[in-house]
């Protein structure tokens, strides 16, 4: 019953490819690649869902700034159980699709909409670092609670505008010809996704990264010796009415100190500095060059190897198995949570 559709499906690989017959052996190096990009897949999901869980189990976690950290972990795990499963399938297949145009749209559908999720996710929480450490007396639990969310909400609608915008008319992402399936190459759709999904965000973590930079540095300039003056009281102490009074004088010493050490405080801001910016790097890293080929290549009706593709594309999504990485690193709570949940399952 089903050869004559194996028979049609490989004809059609056969004679839709250029290159001839998708069936090859594969080299030693193209099987570690492959291995490697499984082995990738799966610890981004694993990871991923291990700080969801822990958020959902751990009572103290369910308040702000944890909320965030959880749209960024859910993000991520629909990158790796939704997205990067068929972009491995499509990378067995010589980076051609074979699983029809229907199934082509969803998948490019969900790698932009958890894409985009996961890089203004990493926007959000940035933010968030930066009001607390800027404006921690106006940005209180209830306001950082309502703006966390407003947040939140903000990045999976900008993100469903994005992605769901070729279903509509705007562009095209399959081709059966070339059994190609990609983002839609439609110019003005090209400026518009890369621009909402990644120049604007960049814009906004660099210069939210710059002013944490500019706070932290005002404040350690901004340390000075602080003293105590002397001062000196007279006290009179009168025994009796007929005795004659007795007064002496009380010399209050000298204390001279100079906040040389950091505050409790300082030191949380300054891991929080140092968490952003790594955050920041390792997202510019991996995304640039997929959005910088992406931008350009449709503009300037230009082209590039396929195995560059590849590697741009697998480059972005590595930013879902880093993610959990840096921000748990960073926090010592976690750590603790992570503790406690392996040791209570033995």
Not at 14 to 22: A, C, I, K, M, R
Not at 234 to 262: C, L, N, Y
Not at 269 to 294: D, H, N, Q, S, Y
Request: net charge positive; proline share 4%.
């Amino acid at each position: 019953m089903t050869q004559p559709n194996v028979t049609a499906l490989s004809a059609n690989i056969s004679g839709g490819s250029e290159s001839g017959n998708l069936y090859r052996p594969f080299s030693v190096f193209s099987v570690l690649t492959l291995t490697l990009l499984a082995m990738l897949v799966v610890a981004t999901f694993v990871w991923n869902l291990l700080v969801l869980v822990t958020i959902l189990r751990v009572r103290t976690f369910h308040r702000v700034p944890h909320n965030l950290v959880a749209s960024m972990a859910i993000s991520d795990v629909m990158v790796a159980g939704l997205v990067m499963p068929l972009s491995l399938v499509r990378e067995l297949y010589g980076r051609r699709w074979i699983l029809g145009r229907a199934l082509c749209q969803v998948w490019i559908s969900c790698d932009v909409l958890c894409c985009t999720a996961s890089i203004w996710n990493v926007t959000a929480i940035a933010l968030d670092r930066y009001w607390s450490i800027t404006r921690h007396l106006e940005y209180t639990l209830k306001t950082r609670k309502r703006i966390s969310n407003v947040m939140i909400g903000l990045t999976w609608l900008l993100s469903s505008v994005i992605s769901l915008s070729p279903l509509f008319g705007w562009g095209e992402t399959y081709s059966e010809d070339s059994l190609a399936c990609q983002v839609s190459q439609e110019p003005s759709y090209t400026v518009f996704s890369t621009f909402g999904a990644f120049y604007l965000p960049l814009c906004v973590v660099l210069f939210v990264y710059w002013k944490i930079y500019k706070a932290a540095k005002f404040r350690i300039g901004s340390r000075k010796t602080n003293t105590i003056t002397p001062m000196a009281e007279v006290i009179e102490v009168k025994e009796a009415e007929r005795q004659p009074q007795m007064a002496f004088t009380v010399r209050h010493a000298t204390v001279s100190f100079q906040t040389d050490g950091e505050t409790w405080r300082e030191q949380k801001e300054r891991r929080a500095a140092l968490m952003v910016g790594i955050l920041i790097g390792v997202f510019v890293l991996c995304w640039i060059p997929f959005f910088l080929a992406e931008l350009i290549i449709p503009l300037c009706s230009c082209d590039i190897p396929p195995v560059w593709k590849s590697v741009f594309l697998w480059l972005g999504y590595s930013n879902s198995f880093f993610n959990p990485l840096i921000y748990t690193a960073f926090n010592k709570n976690y750590n603790n949570a992570f503790r406690n949940l392996f040791s209570r399952q033995r």
